[in-house]
């Protein structure tokens, strides 16, 4: 399995981005796929998960802010990242929760002030 990330880049405060990570290497996306990040000198932390159904959950710092979303189709898990700040700058990455594939190199999201 192998999961690449896409779309991150440099924003100012209040930007947008939408990212992308492809699951290639699986028949199907296993029932929960997630986004997690991990910025300078912290430790990874998840931020969303998104279940074949389509209930999400969110660490209560993005609430309201981004919007995880799966096409199965595509094996792919979005991440619509909105009114960024800048303590939302880490490299960004998806995975499935628990017992996880092999990391990606996952995006950087870069936040100015």
């Known amino acids: 399995v192998q999961l690449q990330a896409s779309g991150g880049g440099l924003v100012q405060a209040g930007g947008s981005l939408r990212l992308s990570c492809v699951a290639s290497?699986?028949?199907?996306?296993?029932?929960?796929m997630a986004w997690y990040r991990q910025a300078p000198g912290k430790q990874r932390e998840l931020v969303a998960t998104?279940?074949?159904?389509?209930?999400?959950i969110y660490v209560d710092s993005v609430k309201g802010r981004f919007t995880i979303s799966r096409d199965n189709a595509k094996n792919t898990v979005y991440l619509q990242v909105s009114s960024l700040k800048p303590e939302d700058t880490a490299v960004y990455y998806c995975?499935?929760?628990?017992?996880?594939?092999?990391w990606g190199q996952g995006t950087l999201v870069t936040v100015s002030s």
């Open positions: 290497g699986l028949i199907f996306m296993p029932n929960t």
């Open positions: 998104v279940t074949n159904g389509g209930t999400t």
């Open positions: 995975n499935k929760p628990g017992v996880s594939y092999p």
